[in-house]
């Protein structure tokens, strides 16, 4: 499932902005499917524009039939009435997909025969100081079998203890569901936690759901800006 919406603060309609050809969201929708990994692969979106973009393409898109302010709620409402086992998340604006990311996501359902894990999401190391700083990035930690303990934009854990050597890891937003998790959260008012930090990882815990975190070393190429349009452009070349 790709949420796409159209209109973005600080890019607005930058789905529909031309990437070698074609709109960014319909690069995304092919890279997707090229992967290889996905028994479908759908669009979810609150934009007739985008819709009628991915359908003219031969491509499925699903509209959403109400306002959403996370792609989990945008994506739990697209299937709820869809026979699916485990969904996965696929940023629209992120047209260059990590193949190999998105797989290792899909191997810890595979390997979850007694199905203790809810939810699988990626995690990078960080080592800069300003990156670890910068609220805008969620920091995760995490317990010795890698299930996620908390989320926040600050700074986790606190480095007290200067003899102790502390990995940081920021939090990407790339899931994979199983379909109850997705239900539960989108059928559960924001959490306070939650609301605090703006970040919807922390409602799926907040009701008792488990998130294993897989760790990645790739940084995905999205799209936020005019600039990484530009960016995304030269690399295609």
Request: aromatic share 8%; charged share 30%.
């Amino acid at each position: 499932m790709i949420p796409a919406r159209y209109s973005a603060s600080r890019f607005p309609g930058k789905l529909m902005k031309d990437l070698g050809g074609k709109p960014v969201i319909l690069k995304t929708y092919e890279a997707a499917l090229q992967t290889n990994l996905f028994d479908d692969v759908f669009i979810v979106t609150d934009s007739d524009v985008i819709f009628k973009t991915i359908e003219s393409a031969g491509g499925k898109a699903i509209m959403s039939k109400k306002e959403h302010e996370c792609g989990s709620d945008r994506i739990a409402e697209a299937v709820e009435n869809i026979d699916v086992d485990v969904v996965v998340n696929v940023q629209g604006d992120e047209p260059f997909i990590d193949a190999v990311s998105l797989s290792k996501l899909i191997d810890v359902f595979k390997k979850d025969t007694n199905k203790e894990v809810d939810l699988a999401s990626l995690k990078v190391q960080i080592t800069n100081k300003e990156d670890i700083e910068n609220p805008n990035n969620v920091k995760v930690i995490t317990d010795v079998n890698n299930m996620a303990i908390y989320f926040s934009r600050s700074v986790i854990p606190y480095h007290r203890d200067k003899n102790i050597n502390v990995k940081y890891y920021k939090h990407k937003g790339v899931y994979a569901f199983r379909k109850q998790a997705l239900i539960d959260f989108y059928n559960t008012p924001m959490t306070p936690l939650e609301a605090a930090e703006k970040i919807e990882a922390i409602r799926y815990q907040e009701i008792g759901k488990k998130i294993k975190m897989v760790e990645t070393d790739v940084e995905a190429v999205g799209i936020d800006t005019p600039e990484d349009l530009e960016k995304a452009i030269q690399f295609l070349k």
